[in-house]
């Protein structure tokens, strides 16, 4: 099977929703560098920490994403790996969802779309409200936007899987040539008004989105 772009490779898409208990996350943290450094590479992360902008439901905490070898090493290093759930997540003996809530998403995307000082829009829907208005109106309106060269579409669908608090909801990961353009795309008429808009009501009344701009 080939795949034009490169290989793929699996990611956690992780987007902090609250942290419940800050000590006992900040334990998790310092164990969760150790699992990286004793994975030998296996496990990347590829960017961790808060976004540079917000929109929508977007929230100002750690956003992480972490890129595995492939699709499976990513499912079975947040499923079955001891070294992760006993030894990280839940090594104080409680469940990670008393200490943070967490989307957590599973994907594959093509290996290298993470360009150094390019911008990106991580997107996490959580909530369809109409989703008869975003499919038919909204989202043909987004192809034309994407395909007068706006910007790239990396991944646009529902991910491989969702645990804790994620869903199985579409997850948009998009590419500009830098920050400030992906916040400026973000803030353009052509983007709010022509794609956003072209249902004729608030976007807040059609889907529910987590929204956040990172810089590679």
């Known amino acids: 099977k080939i795949f034009i772009g490169g290989a793929m490779k699996g990611y956690w898409v992780v987007a902090v929703q609250d942290v419940i208990k800050p000590d006992a996350w900040e334990q998790v943290l310092s164990s969760w560098g150790n699992y990286v450094e004793k994975s030998n590479g296996v496990v990347n992360p590829i960017s961790f920490g808060p976004p540079k902008a917000v929109y929508e439901s977007g929230i ?28 990280v997540i839940e090594a104080d003996g409680t469940p990670v969802e008393n200490k943070v809530i967490r989307d957590f998403r599973i994907i594959e995307v093509e290996d290298g779309w993470m360009k150094p000082s390019h911008g990106y829009w991580l997107v996490w829907v959580r909530e369809f409200k109409d989703k008869e208005s975003w499919l038919e109106k909204v989202m043909p309106a987004w192809k034309e936007y994407v395909a007068s060269g706006a910007c790239k579409v990396h991944h646009l669908k529902p991910p491989h899987m969702a645990v804790e608090d994620g869903r199985m909801l579409p997850f948009a990961l998009c590419e500009f040539p830098s920050l400030q353009d992906a916040i400026n795309a973000r803030n353009s008429d052509e983007y709010n008004k022509d794609v956003l808009g072209a249902a004729g009501k608030p976007v807040e009344e059609m889907v529910i989105r987590d929204f956040r701009i990172i810089e590679g």
Do not use: C, M, N, W
């Open 60 to 87: 100002e905490k750690t956003t992480a994403i972490i890129e595995f070898p492939s699709l499976d090493q990513a499912v079975y290093a947040r499923t079955e790996d001891p070294d992760y759930y006993q030894g």
